[in-house]
C-alpha cells in the first residue's frame, strides 16, 4: 500500500511540474518570472528588431526603451534561426528562461523551436 501512495505521489509530482514548465504569460507579466528554474512560454507583440555585429534584439511591447520584454539572439545563433525578419510586427510565442538584464525581463533565445508565430 506504501508503494502505491508513493508512486501516485510522485506521479502528482512530475504532472504538476510539466504543467508548470509549460506555462504561458503575457510579457508584461515576464518580470515576475525572472530567474525561475523553469522553462517559460511567454507571448507578445515583436515592435521593433534591431540587428547589430554580436546579437539581434526583440523589442516585445514596445520600442526600446519602453519595451517590457526583450528577446536576444546572440551571433553564433543566427543560422539555427534563420531569417528573423518574419517576427517582426507579429504576436509570438517564445520558450525558455527569463533573466534579467538591466532591471527588464529577456529570454536568450538559440533555436527556432523557441519562436513561433501567433499572428
Known amino acids: 500500500m506504501k508503494t502505491k501512495i508513493t508512486i501516485i505521489f510522485t506521479l502528482l509530482l512530475l504532472v504538476g511540474s510539466t ?24 507571448v507578445g507583440k ?8 554580436y546579437a539581434t534584439f526583440f523589442d516585445i511591447g514596445a520600442v526600446f526603451p519602453d519595451n ?10 543566427k543560422e539555427a534561426i534563420g ?3 518574419k517576427y517582426d510586427g507579429k504576436t509570438i510565442e517564445m520558450k525558455g528562461l527569463i533573466t534579467e538584464h ?7 533565445v538559440s533555436n527556432s523551436k523557441q519562436l513561433k508565430i501567433v499572428e
Open 102 to 108: 538591466k532591471g527588464k525581463p529577456e529570454m536568450e
Open 68 to 77: 517590457t520584454f526583450t528577446v536576444i539572439i546572440f551571433s553564433d545563433n
Open 83 to 85: 531569417d528573423v525578419s
Open 46 to 53: 515583436v515592435f521593433h528588431i534591431k540587428i547589430n555585429d
Open 19 to 42: 504543467v508548470y514548465a509549460q506555462q504561458k504569460i503575457k510579457a508584461e507579466e515576464a518580470v515576475n518570472y525572472v530567474g525561475q528554474k523553469d522553462s517559460v512560454t511567454v
